[in-house]
């Protein structure tokens, strides 16, 4: 089985600074990485996801993420924030192959501030 | 191409009763997952169907059940509510089924109170 710890729950920072919310995993097979924001009252959008091949990944709205395979980790960053990313971002595996259950982090609360 | 959507969009039960939800998948979409949102539990897998057929199914009770119909639209079904099923219910859909690669495009949700 796999599990996702996603180690802050809340993370303020003021606006134009830049932010790194952390992601870990854990899983005895190969897996796929994604990250999803959700905004209040809304369902999930992807942000940015990690099949294979380059461990630097980009998405959407600015944000990055890089899968370190030997730490376990897809680390999600962006350079500088807007008020407008404020919402709780996932970070979700699933197993490689025929599985199609995401499994979530249990979120964190990014908090832009002015 | 319009995204996922879910029906209705909120819903007040009583304990007891019971609930249909329904979720219409993107166009050209097979397969149709359900997810629970609550504070304390977090997003959890409900059950994935595709081609009409329960190929997944997470760790809940029997009370949860879903149909997937020849349209690729599916409901899901919640019976003797209970206060502990308050929650957003997800639906996502993506154009196959069996392959983790495929994005999971999520509706806005439906918001369960059960008083």
């Known amino acids: 089985a796999q599990s996702v710890t996603q180690l802050d729950s809340q993370v303020p920072v003021f606006e134009e600074a830049p932010v790194e919310l952390r992601c870990n995993y854990s899983s005895s097979v190969s897996v796929y990485l994604f990250w999803y924001v959700q905004y209040p009252n809304q369902g999930l959008q992807l942000l940015l996801k990690?099949?294979?091949?380059?461990?630097l990944v980009k998405g959407i709205n600015g944000f990055e993420a890089e899968f370190n395979k030997s730490q376990t980790s897809f680390h999600l960053r962006k350079p500088s924030v807007h008020i407008s990313d404020t919402a709780e971002y996932f970070c979700a595996v699933i197993r490689s192959g025929s599985a199609r259950q995401l499994t979530f982090g249990s979120g964190t609360q990014l908090t832009v501030l002015p | 191409k319009a995204g996922v959507t879910q029906t209705p969009r909120y819903l007040i039960k009583t304990r007891g009763q019971q609930v249909t939800l329904s979720c219409s998948p993107i166009?050209?979409?097979?397969?149709v997952s359900w997810y629970q949102q609550t504070p304390g539990q977090g997003l959890q897998f409900l059950f994935e169907?595709?081609?009409?057929?329960?190929?997944n199914k997470g760790n809940f009770p029997g009370r949860f059940s879903g149909r997937q119909f020849s349209n690729s639209r599916s409901e899901m079904n919640v019976s003797t509510l209970e206060l502990g099923d308050s929650a957003l219910y997800l639906c996502?859909?993506?154009?196959?089924?069996?392959?983790?690669?495929?994005?999971?495009?999520f509706g806005p949700g439906t918001r369960l109170t059960v008083l």
């Open positions: 996502a859909s993506s154009q196959t089924s069996g392959l983790g690669r495929d994005t999971q495009y």
């Open positions: 166009s050209g979409h097979r397969s």
């Open positions: 169907y595709f081609s009409e057929t329960q190929r």
């Open positions: 990690y099949l294979s091949g380059s461990t």
